[in-house]
């Protein structure tokens, strides 16, 4: 047994005494983040790629309920005195149509992200490692909200638009820039934490 198993197995001993062997082997060759996604411009690009997915999966998780829901209408047999959801019966299909199709729209992003996990199963741990660690960096380096205004608007607060290293750096100086901007151009030696 090496030093740095041996390190492993003593740390996860004293956060939890009950593990037993197999428990211990298993938790100390999980694949560390640096192996599955080795540089941070793997990163942005598999980043990208669930993004892809996302964006994809607008389409079919909007149309599929709004033609369901449009269909179940076509075969409903309404008696036009009647009122359905409290109004006409046609006004009804047409608000629950546009409703179901909207509810699919909003679910189109998580419907995409399942499926960018289950066909990229091998690095889902190690993606959320690293979109722990990268949401870590933007909430450090990012501006003071605070020093908004209508002529200084914080630029990408989330970091959505970063797409390799070298756009995290134009991002990191774009805040520097709108920090100073806040405060006018005064002393920010002492501001900056």
Same mark, same amino acid.
């Given at each position: ?12 001993? #004293?956060?939890? @005494? ?19 996604? @080795?540089?941070?411009? &793997? !990163? ?20 599929? @309920? ?19 959801? %409290? ?6 299909? $047409? ?10 729209? #909003?679910? %189109?992003?998580?419907v995409g992200n399942t499926f960018f996990k289950l066909m990229n199963g091998k690095v889902v741990s190690a993606m959320d490692q690293r979109d722990k660690e990268f949401y870590e960096h933007i909430k450090r380096n990012r501006a003071d909200a605070r020093l908004n205004s209508i002529r200084n608007p914080v630029p990408d607060? !989330? ?7 070298? &756009? !995290? ?12 901007? %806040? $405060?006018? %151009? ?8």
């Amino acid at each position: 047994m090496t030093s740095t198993t041996a390190l492993v197995r003593s740390r996860l001993l #004293l956060k939890n @005494p009950f593990l037993n062997s197999q428990q211990l082997r298993l938790s100390s060759t999980k694949a560390s983040t640096s192996t599955v996604i @080795p540089t941070w411009n &793997d !990163y942005f690009k598999l980043r990208k790629k669930r993004r892809i997915y996302e964006v994809a999966s607008y389409l079919p998780s909007t149309v599929v @309920p709004a033609a369901g829901t449009f269909s179940y209408f076509l075969q409903m047999q309404v008696d036009p005195l009647t009122k359905v959801l %409290g109004m006409d019966p046609l006004m009804a299909a $047409v608000a629950c149509t546009f409703g179901a199709g909207f509810g699919g729209f #909003l679910l %189109g992003p998580v419907v995409g992200n399942t499926f960018f996990k289950l066909m990229n199963g091998k690095v889902v741990s190690a993606m959320d490692q690293r979109d722990k660690e990268f949401y870590e960096h933007i909430k450090r380096n990012r501006a003071d909200a605070r020093l908004n205004s209508i002529r200084n608007p914080v630029p990408d607060y !989330y970091g959505e638009k970063i797409q390799s290293v070298q &756009d !995290y750096r134009a991002w990191l100086r774009k805040q520097r820039e709108h920090y100073r901007k %806040g $405060v006018f %151009g005064g002393n920010v030696n002492g501001l900056e934490d």
